[in-house]
């Protein structure tokens, strides 16, 4: 079973900046799509941006030109550098990824997992 680990969430004041992070641990063969998502109080969760294998990226129009997604294949690692954050960027931070996980025999099967959420929030 494939596990996320997030951290870097916190308070910051607006225009401020903020770096989450997030590590995949298990049995991992490959990992295609990292990705972070949000979700605000009474809101739904929404993708915040994606990053492929191969460093393909994906923001919403909302975040576009503040946010940057990388990831360090060899750590199993995404992160997510968030700058000019605004009030309404405040909400719990999801980390996710898919991709093929080991199995006993030799085997392989598709993971889709997330991360318990860290929270930010940005003051006003």
């Known amino acids: 079973q494939v596990q996320l680990v997030e951290s870097g969430g916190g308070l910051v004041q607006a225009g401020g900046s903020l770096r989450l992070s997030c590590t995949a641990s298990?049995?991992?063969?490959?990992?295609?799509?990292m990705a972070w998502y949000r979700q605000a109080p009474g809101k739904q969760r929404e993708l915040v941006a994606s990053?492929?294998?191969?460093?393909?990226?994906n923001y919403a129009d909302s975040v576009k030109g503040r946010f940057t997604i990388s990831r360090d294949n060899a750590k199993n690692t995404v992160y997510l550098q968030m700058n000019s954050l605004k009030p309404e960027d405040t909400g719990v931070y999801y980390c996710?990824?898919?991709?093929?996980?080991?199995?006993?025999?030799?085997?392989?099967?598709?993971?889709?997992?997330w991360g318990q959420g860290t929270q930010v929030t940005v003051s006003s």
């Open positions: 996710n990824a898919a991709g093929y996980e080991f199995l006993p025999g030799g085997l392989a099967k598709n993971f889709d997992s």
């Open positions: 298990g049995s991992i063969f490959s990992i295609n799509v």
């Open positions: 990053i492929t294998t191969s460093g393909s990226t």
